[in-house]
């Protein structure tokens, strides 16, 4: 099928045209590695006036690109598609690090449930913000309520890692198939390091935390909570004793930061 752009510029088609990517909102930039080689794919020039992690200012220029004018109307689209979506996500990861203030690590692990083709740039992207992909910056193993109801319990699941003690085992407390307390008290006297509320209900939390001040567990087994958390309820679940806070979705399905491509008026750039 023919290209309708190899019509519309039959007469320009070996003039070089010069293009300017700029912000149009404020945000995190994200995404130049990907930029660079879809510029390479295309065949046309790319410089940066900006780097990975950048701060931008609506205005500010993030790039150049000089090629065909067909190879810019591809840039337009596959250039700015590389960026504007990493930036969202960068953006989003450095909003909630911020609210954070370093009282609790921020973490983004939805990777999972993204295709496998992105998961890289998007790893990067939540990294560019200043947030964690894993619950633990440390080798883990993480024990999940699918490995849990295969294995039988709670218990019987860290006892099938009992030999990686160079691990941090973590436990996911769903409060389903026993009460968060129960869950908390079996997870606690099989050897865990990591408890993970993944339920989005504070009074779960409350439970857990409770729990294990109980038990004199308190400054040994760390916390996590997860579950719908949204950006905005970051200030108020600092003021909980836990490890982190994982937000998946505000984070890895933010909007996108918007770009504009403008060519230069004379068609020769500046």
């Given at each position: 099928m023919n290209d309708i752009r190899d019509t519309i510029f039959k007469g320009i088609f070996d003039r070089k045209v010069i293009a300017t990517i700029t912000a149009e909102k404020g945000g995190c930039l994200s995404g130049i590695v990907e930029a660079e080689k879809a510029a390479l794919e295309?065949?046309?020039?790319?410089?940066?006036?900006?780097?990975?992690?950048?701060?931008?200012?609506?205005?500010?220029?993030?790039?150049?690109?000089?090629?065909?004018?067909?190879?810019?109307?591809?840039?337009?689209?596959?250039i700015i598609g590389c960026m504007s979506k990493y930036s969202g996500i960068a953006t989003a990861a450095r909003r909630a690090v911020r609210l954070a203030d370093g009282r609790v690590r921020i973490v983004s692990g939805s990777l999972k449930k993204m295709p496998n083709e992105i998961k890289g740039s998007i790893r990067k992207a939540i990294a560019t913000g200043g947030a964690d992909v894993r619950i633990s910056r440390t080798p883990m193993v993480y024990l999940d309520k699918n490995y849990i109801r295969m294995l039988g319990s709670i218990k019987d699941a860290l006892k099938s890692v009992d030999e990686l003690d160079n691990l941090v085992k973590v436990i996911q407390i769903k409060g389903k198939d026993k009460s968060v307390v129960e869950e908390t008290l079996e997870a606690i006297e099989g050897g865990c390091n990591l408890l993970m509320v993944d339920t989005g209900n504070i009074a779960d939390l409350d439970e857990c935390l409770k729990t294990l001040e109980f038990t004199g567990k308190g400054g040994e087994v760390k916390v996590a909570f997860s579950g719908g958390i949204k950006i905005d309820d970051i200030p108020e679940l600092c003021s909980y004793k836990i490890e982190a806070l994982c937000i998946g979705k505000e984070i890895v399905d933010a909007l996108l930061l918007d770009m504009k491509l403008d060519v230069a008026t004379d068609m020769e750039g500046e």
């Open positions: 295309i065949g046309i020039e790319i410089g940066f006036y900006k780097n990975e992690g950048d701060e931008l200012n609506p205005c500010d220029k993030i790039a150049w690109v000089s090629g065909s004018p067909k190879q810019i109307t591809v840039a337009e689209d596959r």
